[in-house]
């Protein structure tokens, strides 16, 4: 498999649509919890567990069931904090960020079902401090976490953004 084939399996199945994704803001002991994503093309992301919605699920329904499935964590949201646009074509999105906090479950990297064996983009999963977040190239990290001066910055932000949107004028 090469890294060309994730990209292609990426954009047939996320690309060229808009989606809507819920992700999970789950901090202790002063570190997030963050996934590393293999985006083809040599490409990394470390982002925080989440995903797209199933129509007919809540939110919450949704952030729970990703949650499960990437870290094997079972979370209740505590608080809605904002949402972003990413649009890079041919992916866009609108991705609701919520604070969580763990209810039990045994922390282990899931799989993507949306994606087949060969294509699992999910690689990492591990607690970042704000040092371990600063130290990641920021073409390897979400847009969001490349702009706080610290965790609490992430509970802090209301409304709309869209950091780093090269298609956003």
Known sequence: MSKDEISKEIESKFGNQLRVRVNGILIQDEKLLMVKHLMGNGKILWSVPG??????QSASENLQREFLEETGLNVKI???LFVHEYLDPPLHAMEHFFSVKSTG???????DPELSREFQILKEL?????DDIKSVPKESIHQIFRQIKSLDDLGLWKGYF???NNSIK
């Open 162 to 164: 869209n950091f780093g």
């Open 51 to 56: 995903g797209g919605m199933n129509f007919g």
């Open 126 to 130: 591990t607690w970042m401090s704000l």
């Open 105 to 111: 479950g045994c922390l282990k990297l899931g799989e």
């Open 78 to 80: 505590t608080k809605y």
